[in-house]
Structures are given as structure tokens and as C-alpha cells.
């Protein structure tokens, strides 16, 4: 999988949104928010091929947690990165 062009993380106050910064991927009937996790895995995912076990092995790296329990919430995750269409497989 691969994270679609154009889509840029910032950071607001406490919180983190994925917005896109051309005209074409531009909707402003929606607003992609993270948290502070989804936000490390949509940066990892940033730096180029991934798949769920990619971003399981560094979010496990980075945090302690079970590899189990981040296996499902990384794969809700990617699930939903599709439906949104901010990657691709």
C-alpha cells in the first residue's frame, strides 16, 4: 500500500488532521482527524510502501504494546485510510 499524494499531516492544538493540498483532493464537506498513534503510523506509512505488518512492527518499536492488540487496531486503521481514499493498495 502507498499513501495517495498529496495528503499532508498537520498538527492542530492537540489534535491531527490529514488534509489535502491540491485542488483536486480538496473537500471541504470533511475532515480526516487522528490521534496521536494514527499519526505516527500515517508517518511511517509516508515514507513509502507499507502494509499492516510494516507499520505494526514500528508502532510496536515505538510504543509498548502488545503486538496482537496493534495488529487490529492498526488493520481498523488502514481499513479506514481506504474507504477515506488517502491510500491506496
Known amino acids: 500500500m502507498k499513501t495517495i499524494e498529496g495528503f499532508k499531516l498537520r498538527k492542530l492544538g492537540n489534535e ?3 488534509i489535502g493540498e491540491s485542488m483536486a483532493l480538496i473537500n471541504f464537506n470533511k475532515m480526516i482527524t487522528l490521534n496521536e498513534t ?3 503510523l500515517w508517518q511511517e506509512a509516508e515514507k513509502g510502501e507499507f502494509d499492516v ?3 505494526c ?3 510496536c518499536a515505538e510504543y509498548d504494546v502488545a503486538p ?4 487490529t487496531d492498526i488493520q481498523n486503521t488502514v481499513d479506514s ?3 477515506e481514499g488517502v491510500i491506496s493498495e
Open 38 to 40: 494514527a499519526a505516527f
Open 53 to 55: 505488518n510494516s507499520l
Open 57 to 59: 512492527k514500528a508502532l
Open 16 to 18: 491531527y488532521i490529514l
Open 68 to 71: 496482537e492488540q496493534a495488529m
Open 81 to 83: 485510510w481506504l474507504k
